[in-house]
T-cell receptor, first 111, second 114 residues
Framework: QKEVEQDPGPLSVPEGAIVSLNCTYSNSAFQYFMWYRQYSRKGPELLMYTYSSGNKEDGRFTAQVDKSSKYISLFIRDSQPSDSATYLCAMTFTGFQKLVFGTGTRLLVSP | DAMVIQNPRYQVTQFGKPVTLSCSQTLNHNVMYWYQQKSSQAPKLLFHYYDKDFNNEADTPDNFQSRRPNTSFCFLDIRSPGLGDAAMYLC?????????????FGDGTRLSIL
């Protein structure tokens, strides 16, 4: 069993849809949770990071962490074609020393 | 404003010919990382420097080495590249501790092996 599980997709949605991306994990010691967006042939770009459980909102993006269920989510409201990318979840224990990544979900938003 | 800069963006080398990839940062972060990412896979950590302290992952092949001459620069050396080393190589930085900054990535160097 992988430490972090993420559906690879692709996930195809029409423009304007609400997108839900998810990851599950097995190690309850993870404390920091991140979402990165990666466009083709580019490096991962940090979108959101949260500590422990709870919600965090930034514009059209909302990150949720449920430590009791070992489940994290990223919601994208009013999705745009420019949101088409691979979304990687990542998590770590403390100090951001080593990230454990999911395999990424490829999102396609059609006009 | 690029904060983690990797050069070159694309590198082609011959089988067995040593190659060096470079990374520089303007964030003054004390930790620098090198990841290998193959197509449709998650980034895989090769090693990292915490200041001058080098930390190798247990499964990183001996063929991969790194140097960090100062805070701003870090190099990845592949001594004898094989076909299986063709990948995107990502550099990242972070500043754990008080500021607790998460990792920021460069745009990577895509390495091809002929």
């Amino acid at each position: 069993q992988k430490e972090v599980e993420q559906d690879p997709g692709p996930l195809s949605v029409p423009e304007g849809a609400i997108v839900s991306l998810n990851c599950t994990y097995s190690n309850s010691a993870f404390q920091y949770f991140m979402w990165y967006r990666q466009y083709s042939r580019k490096g991962p770009e940090l979108l959101m990071y949260t500590y422990s459980s709870g919600n965090k909102e930034d514009g059209r993006f909302t990150a949720q962490v449920d430590k009791s269920s070992k489940y994290i989510s990223l919601f994208i409201r009013d999705s745009q074609p420019s949101d088409s990318a691979t979304y990687l979840c990542a998590m770590t224990f403390t100090g951001f020393q080593k990230l454990v990544f999911g395999t990424g979900t490829r999102l396609l938003v059609s006009p | 404003d690029a904060m983690v800069i990797q050069n070159p963006r694309y590198q082609v080398t011959q089988f067995g010919k040593p190659v060096t990839l470079s990374c520089s940062q303007t964030l003054n972060h004390n930790v620098m990382y090198w990841y290998q990412q193959k197509s449709s896979q998650a980034p895989k950590l090769l090693f990292h420097y915490y200041d001058k302290d080098f930390n190798n992952e247990a499964d990183t092949p001996d063929n991969f080495q790194s140097r960090r001459p100062n805070t701003s620069f870090c190099f990845l050396d592949i001594r004898s590249p094989g076909l299986g080393d063709a990948a995107m190589y990502l550099c990242a930085t972070s500043s754990p501790g008080i500021s607790n900054q998460p990792q920021h990535f460069g745009d990577g160097t895509r390495l091809s092996i002929l």
